[in-house]
């Protein structure tokens, strides 16, 4: 590793690990600060990083605790991120973040920075944030767009959050020169459903096949993430006309609260797992550990290149 600024801290295990040039994949904690209730979202960080190891990798959830970036973020450091006030903390947030000695969680963004600037090639995440419905008249898109454009690590996550237009980020994703490959399915996932309505883009259905394009790619010079898309176990996903009803209704209620920009996300998931009776959050929360999994097994692959 390069010299690192002060204000970043790796954990133990994870500094050796990168030492060593063992597979290591990095964790975004937004969904622990702002994605899930207290005290689910510390049993799925638990499990996220069980999932990781089992795969044969190290897990470095990331996460900034009293505006020092931690890499490899101990459970006593996660439980901070569980009371207010928090933020959560995009690329952009960063500096602000440690120069206020700020406690947030990080969104993918973020946590593809920070990968980036020690060298942990994969992140895991459950979905991107991307183009918002809507956002033709909101202009609201995400900043996980633009990080994917900018920082070349492998994300694995299971499509879009559900609560963007799919097929916009898709375009986004191409005019920004984004690789995205699709895990053993035809179809591109919509987060809690399997299939979007849109195509592939490309399909891989090894680890192994995408540790190759990221190799490939940055033999190539190119400063752009791969995207993979890993849909949501079939067991727990949900049909994609009651996703698209759910989301409409989430969005209204929204609307009618005058919620928008980086709160959205935090009243759309809770808005969607009581209008699907907690189908939702039970899906969430499978997706997530799947995705672990996979990116667990595309750092292994990485690690043998």
């Given at each position: 590793?390069?010299m690192l600024?002060s204000?970043v801290?790796?954990s ?8 060593r ?5 990095a964790l ?13 979202s ?5 499990m996220m ?12 959830t ?19 991120l ?5 933020m ?5 947030d ?8 700020a ?7 973020a ?9 942990i ?12 419905l ?14 994917l ?5 492998a ?5 879009a959050?559900?609560?963007?237009d ?17 895990y ?14 849109f ?5 891989i ?9 990221l ?15 890993n849909?949501?176990?079939?067991p727990?996903?949900?049909r994609e006309a009651?996703?698209?009803?759910a ?14 920009g980086g ?10 797992a ?8 039970r ?23």
């Amino acid at each position: 590793m390069h010299m690192l600024p002060s204000f970043v801290d790796i954990s133990p295990d994870v500094a050796d690990a990168l030492e060593r040039r063992r597979p290591v994949v990095a964790l975004e904690s937004a969904v622990i600060s702002h994605g899930l209730p207290h005290p689910t979202s510390l049993q799925t960080a638990a499990m996220m990083e069980a999932e990781v190891r089992t795969a044969g990798a190290v897990p470095a959830t990331v996460a900034v605790i009293a505006g020092r970036i931690t890499v490899g973020a101990a459970a006593r450091d996660l439980e901070r991120l569980t009371s207010a006030p928090v933020m959560k903390i995009a690329a952009r947030d960063l500096a602000v973040a440690c120069g206020t000695s700020a406690h947030g969680g990080t969104t993918v963004s973020a946590t593809a920075a920070i990968a980036d600037l020690i060298g942990i090639p994969v992140v895991a995440t459950g979905g991107i944030g991307g183009v918002h419905l809507g956002a033709e008249q909101t202009w609201d898109v995400s900043a996980d767009l633009r990080a994917l454009a900018e920082y070349p690590v492998a994300v694995v996550c299971a499509g879009a959050k559900a609560i963007c237009d799919i097929g916009k980020t898709l375009e986004y994703l191409d005019t920004a020169g984004v690789p995205v490959v699709v895990y053993r399915a035809d179809r591109f996932p919509n987060f809690y459903a399997r299939d979007s309505g849109f195509s592939a883009p490309r399909q891989i259905d090894t680890p192994q096949a995408a540790a190759a394009i990221l190799a490939a790619g940055r033999a190539l010079g190119r400063r752009t993430a791969l995207l993979i898309a890993n849909p949501i176990p079939a067991p727990e996903a949900l049909r994609e006309a009651d996703v698209a009803d759910a989301v409409r209704r989430a969005m209204q209620l929204a609307s009618g609260a005058g919620v928008r920009g980086g709160d959205l996300t935090p009243f759309l998931l809770t808005a969607l797992a009581d209008l699907t009776g907690g189908r939702s959050l039970r899906a969430n929360l499978a997706l997530l550990r799947a995705n672990a999994a996979l990116a667990g097994a595309v750092a292994v692959a990485v690690s043998k290149d």
